[in-house]
């Protein structure tokens, strides 16, 4: 099976063109798990299917590494968008994109030589209430924003986002004192998230620049998570700490992303998209 390897800000998945290639639906999750294996795959956060699409030009499909599908990927958007575009899936530089989340719209930005290094893709508008994270609870409130969340013991404040797929961001001091081994895998799979959860520290510096580090529900730690620099920022409107129409530098492990949240409320997010290589795979019969 031929795969191509990209990422976005070291965040890399396994991307499959299904309009070329097949995978039984069955074999999907199994799938991803070899392909993300670094020992006995290639090696990645997880696999993401290029796909046709009834409603929009193309449909994106994303397994995080442990085998778990997620609805939304904010990395691998940029990275299908850039796909598409160079391969001739598509022949705009503004076109919709299929996820399991619903529907947004990419535009690309090739240079002179018609290389596609950024692109911008617009999330949508992000799901607050508390059922649409989903998030169990007691509290009457319908927002998550600022509640706090018993983690061993140990009581942590969380803002609840979802751009798709859930997010619980926690502002901190300092980033680079975050708990993130200790806390984020208790939080992936707190009690109150059924869905599991994507964990996001964040230290406010100004109104237009956060610092940022994720756990991701079904990997773990990644350089970076676009969904959640998106959710980060989301909070950060919530919390106080910054308006919606300003964009914001967000500081991931591997690189920056800008992010914008609307007044008429949609997300947008701008990055980088790039190749690593491209092979051909051995998959189990
Ligand atoms: N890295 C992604 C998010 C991938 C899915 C996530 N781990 C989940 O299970 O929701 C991004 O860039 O948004």
Redesign the pocket.
Same mark, same amino acid.
């Given at each position: 099976m031929n795969f191509t390897k990209m990422h976005?800000l070291g965040?890399s998945?396994i991307y499959i063109n299904m309009f070329e290639e097949n995978i039984p639906e069955e074999k999907l999750a199994e799938t991803a798990i070899h392909l993300a294996d670094p020992n006995r795959g290639i090696g990645a956060?997880?696999m993401i299917l290029i796909m046709p699409s009834s409603s929009c030009a193309v449909k994106m499909r994303?397994f995080?590494n442990d085998g778990?599908?997620?609805?939304?990927?904010?990395?691998?958007?940029r990275c299908v968008a850039k796909y598409s575009f160079d391969k001739g899936l598509v022949h705009q530089s503004q076109f919709s994109i299929e996820t399991l989340g619903g529907p947004v719209q990419a535009t690309v930005y090739p240079d002179e030589q018609g290389m596609v290094q950024n692109v911008t893709i617009n999330m949508g508008q992000p799901q607050l209430k508390r059922s649409q994270i989903p998030m169990v609870g007691t509290q009457r409130h319908d927002q998550v924003v600022g509640e706090q969340l018993d983690i061993s013991g140990e009581m942590v404040e969380i803002t609840a986002v979802s751009?798709?797929?859930?997010?619980a961001v926690q502002f901190v001091e300092s980033i680079e004192n975050a708990p993130i081994m200790a806390h984020g895998p208790l939080l992936e799979k707190h009690e109150a998230f059924p869905d599991?959860?994507?964990v996001e520290w964040v230290e406010v510096v100004s109104p237009s620049e956060l610092h940022f580090r994720?756990w991701?529900?079904?990997?773990g730690v $990644?350089q !970076? +998570?676009? $969904?959640? !620099? +998106?959710a980060a920022v989301v909070a950060s409107v919530l919390n106080g700490y910054s308006e919606q129409d300003v964009e914001v530098t967000v500081h991931l492990l591997g690189g920056d992303l800008t992010v914008t949240w609307l007044s008429e409320g949609n997300v947008i997010m701008t990055g980088p998209a790039e190749y690593i290589c491209t092979g051909a795979v051995y998959t189990h019969s």
């Open positions: 976005g965040n998945y956060d997880g994303v995080n778990s599908e997620a609805k939304n990927c904010g990395n691998g958007l751009m798709g797929n859930p997010h599991w959860v994507n994720v991701e529900r079904g990997t $990644t !970076a +998570c676009g $969904t959640g !620099a +998106c």
